[in-house]
């Protein structure tokens, strides 16, 4: 089960891109729901973060978890049907992703603090808790930003989760979740 899942989101990333604004949008605003549902549970919230799922047992934050994956579902669909149809885009370099992170990071509703930072930047070895409030507070300025360009930005980082060992991520969630996210 983690091995296809973990196959499932890269693949689901690399047609992701491709799809409208719209659909990159609304991926964020039902993300930025469920993160709030899993703020109080921040082993959920970082497996969401990390592997793209959560602890089964959340029973409060499953309908917005199936919002989250119809949202994906739409944008994978319609990126497809763009990238078949010819539309073309080009992965952001590094210095783009760096400014993407810095904005988010920084403002405008709300900037992250020396300790979310530093919980971000550890990543798997980084406070859950802190690292699912980092989280919050990017979506919502990520939220907060005009729709090209919140679209954008977007984009820039599911271009920078490729770089992410997703098979190391799931295995290591996996442990810490024993009892209840599906790893088989």
């Known amino acids: 089960m983690a091995a296809n899942k973990a196959l499932q989101m890269s693949l689901a990333t690399e047609v992701e891109v491709y799809a409208d ?20 549970k921040p082993l959920a919230c970082r497996a969401f973060l990390f592997a793209g799922g959560m602890a089964d047992n959340l029973l409060q934050a499953q309908p917005d978890d199936t919002l989250v994956w119809s949202a994906h579902r739409a944008a994978m669909e319609n990126g497809f049907e763009r990238r078949m149809n010819g539309i073309r885009w080009t992965q952001p370099g590094d210095q783009e992703t760096i400014d993407v992170m810095r904005y988010l990071s920084q403002g405008p509703v709300a900037a992250l603090t020396g300790a979310e930072l530093k919980a971000t930047a550890q990543y798997l070895d980084g406070d859950p808790g802190l ?32 770089r992410i060992d997703i098979v190391k991520v799931i295995s290591r969630i996996c442990r810490e979740l024993n009892d209840g996210w599906s790893c088989t």
């Open 21 to 40: 604004d719209e659909h990159i949008n609304a991926i964020t605003r039902a993300e930025s729901v469920l993160l709030r549902d899993l703020e109080n």
């Open 131 to 162: 690292a699912c409030s980092a989280a919050i507070k990017k979506s919502r300025n990520l939220m907060a930003m005009p729709d090209g360009d919140a679209a954008r930005a977007s984009r820039s980082l599911m271009a920078n989760t490729a």
